[in-house]
Each structure stands twice: as structure tokens, then as C-alpha cells.
T-cell receptor, first 112, second 111 residues
Framework: GNSVTQMEGPVTLSEEAFLTINCTYT??????LFWYVQYPGEGLQLLLK?????DKGSNKGFEATYRKETTSFHLEKGSVQVSDSAVYFC???????????FGTGTSLTVIP | DAEITQSPRHKITETGRQVTLACHQT?????MFWYRQDLGHGLRLIHY???????NKGEVSDGYSVSRSNTEDLPLTLESAASSQTSVYFC??????????FGPGTRLTVT
């Protein structure tokens, strides 16, 4: 079956610290992988995506590389800001059916 | 600009009442989804639709129903609300295997 496992939170970092949020997946075939971000009181927004192995998705200083050999899609940012405080969700979809499978979310708080 | 809206944004209802949450998208997407978000569970899929007159059950469909009479709307009905259905509900839409676009959510409290 399809599933996503991401690291438990909450995560608290100081401003300008390095961020890694781990995400691993189980899937049949070759899924597309996504990171979504949810700011307080809002819906989810797409942060970045990768559709095939070795692709790197990037946006707003965040990066994640699709690693088929380790079935991982870890989210990284070199220097976090207070405005990055949010909940981050890793997700996958197969290229048929378009059902998404989400991880449980990781809450990030960045303190000045 | 295309968007996806949900109404109401907040709802308080009593146990046993029927409740309908609205979802409207102007992306002209064929695929629409309903999720609930609960602490410790992330997002769980309730129902989804791949087009007009098509509906499918998701992971947590018991006690919920949907109908799709046009492309733009997928209302979610709780037939007889229960306290276990207190949650935040998100609607999303997409086309083929592209990203899902999410609405702002509806916070439902069942007392």
C-alpha cells in the first residue's frame, strides 16, 4: 500500500538555524512526492514537489530530493526565519487516481 | 483568480443533527476531496470524486456522505452528527496527478 512517515514534532529552532524534517514513504510504482505547509488558521499550500527519482524540488529556500533508493524526501532549509513557523506535511500521490497520502505533520516553531 | 472556498468557516451543532459543509471551486478541476484534520492523525481522506456523479469512500467515510451534481461543488453531509466528528474539515481539488489545492477549512464542533 501507500503511506508516508514523517518525523514527530514539535520542532523548535532558533532563527538562522538549519532545518531538516525527515520523510520516508512506502508506495507501489513511482509516486510523485510533495511538501505542503500550513500556517496557523489556514489551509495547506504546496511548498515544493518532485515527480521522479533524483529530482530536487525547491521553493522559498526549502529543498527536498526524491531518493528512490532510500524511499525518502527530506525537507531542508539552510537558515530558518520566524515566518517559517508552521506545520509541514509530506505527501505522495500515484500518477493514477490522484489520491494523496499525507504524513501526520511536523510542527515547526522558530524563535528569534 | 481561481479559488476554492468553504462555508461556513466555523460551525457549532448538536449531537444527532444533520450538517452540510459546502465546498466550491472555480478551477474547473474534475477531482475533489474531503479530509478531516485531527491532532496526531494528520489529514485523513473522507470521500472523493473524480467527476460529476462520481463519488468514492475514503479511509474514514462512516457517518459522512457526498454528492457531485456539477463540477464546482462537493458538499459534505454528516447524517447524524456525533462528538467524534468534531474536527477541522478541508476540501481540496486537483486535475490529473497535479498538486491538490486546499480550501481554508471549516472548524466543526459537535456538542
Amino acid at each position: 500500500g501507500n503511506s508516508v512517515t514523517q518525523m514527530e514534532g514539535p520542532v523548535t529552532l532558533s532563527e538562522e538555524a538549519f532545518l531538516t524534517i525527515n520523510c520516508t514513504y512506502t508506495a507501489t510504482g513511482y509516486p510523485s512526492l510533495f511538501w505542503y505547509v500550513q500556517y496557523p488558521g489556514e489551509g495547506l499550500q504546496l511548498l515544493l514537489k518532485a515527480t521522479k527519482a533524483d529530482d530536487k524540488g525547491s521553493n522559498k529556500g526549502f529543498e527536498a530530493t526524491y531518493r528512490k533508493e532510500t524511499t525518502s524526501f527530506h525537507l531542508e532549509k539552510g537558515s530558518v526565519q520566524v515566518s517559517d513557523s508552521a506545520v509541514y506535511f509530506c505527501a505522495l500521490t500515484q500518477n493514477t487516481g490522484n489520491q494523496f497520502y499525507f504524513g501526520t505533520g511536523t510542527s515547526l516553531t522558530v524563535i528569534p | 483568480d481561481a479559488e476554492i472556498t468553504q462555508s461556513p468557516r466555523h460551525k457549532i451543532t448538536e449531537t444527532g443533527r444533520q450538517v452540510t459543509l459546502a465546498c466550491h471551486q472555480t478551477w474547473n478541476h474534475n477531482n475533489m476531496f474531503w479530509y478531516r484534520q485531527d491532532l496526531g492523525h494528520g489529514l485523513r481522506l473522507i470521500h472523493y470524486s473524480y467527476g460529476v456523479q462520481d463519488t468514492n469512500k475514503g479511509e474514514v467515510s462512516d457517518g459522512y456522505s457526498v454528492s457531485r451534481s456539477n463540477t464546482e461543488d462537493l458538499p459534505l453531509t454528516l447524517e447524524s452528527a456525533a462528538s467524534s466528528q468534531t474536527s477541522v474539515y478541508f476540501c481540496a481539488s486537483s486535475e490529473l496527478s497535479y498538486e491538490q489545492y486546499f480550501g481554508p477549512g471549516t472548524r466543526l464542533t459537535v456538542t
